[in-house]
């Protein structure tokens, strides 16, 4: 909310430029840990395995190195979206931009369930051609698909309150 106490909805551009900041970090980071996993096996073969390879390059194909890096990325997108919308109700994409995911009916910080539901509801809004994203262009509080199958809106400079402890 702004000081006049109106809610400003995040639009689809402010939106998509956070999570190309998201999808940056985590793919920096799922790169890094690619290199080193593979950089540990490929030692781990030659010294302790007695293979012998060819250079580091040679001895993994362009396809595995894709697969291992869309599962590294998965394995670190999933807990980072649900941790990050559920305990801050922002990630690093969008504190920047002062973004925050809240509650649709009270502007609350949503549950650990919206976040789960949210983060797993992204597969759909990616099908067909990014559909479900591109709603949030068009929808009057700017909701994309997921933002609807959880029950949450992302706001401009809210200040999200935790939810009490039952």
Request: hydrophobic share 50%; charged share 15%.
């Amino acid at each position: 909310m702004d000081q006049s106490g109106t809610v400003r909805f995040a639009g689809f551009w402010v939106r998509w430029l956070a999570e190309l900041v998201d999808s940056i970090i985590l793919t920096v980071v799922a790169t890094l840990l690619e290199l080193m996993f593979l950089g540990a096996w490929y030692w781990i073969r030659i010294l302790a395995m007695g293979e012998s390879a060819g250079s580091f390059s040679e001895s993994y194909n362009a396809f595995m190195f894709q697969v291992f890096n869309a599962l590294l990325y998965l394995v670190l997108a999933v807990p980072y979206y649900i941790y990050a919308h559920y305990r801050y109700g922002t990630t690093l994409g969008k504190v920047w931009l002062n973004i925050y995911v809240v509650n649709h009916s009270d502007h609350r910080a949503i549950t650990l369930r919206q976040s789960v539901i949210r983060c797993l509801s992204y597969a759909v809004s990616y099908l067909p051609l990014m559909t479900g994203y591109l709603m949030a262009a068009f929808h009057p509080e700017k909701r994309a698909l997921h933002d609807l199958i959880a029950g949450t809106v992302s706001v401009r400079r809210a200040k999200v309150i935790q939810p009490e402890v039952v």
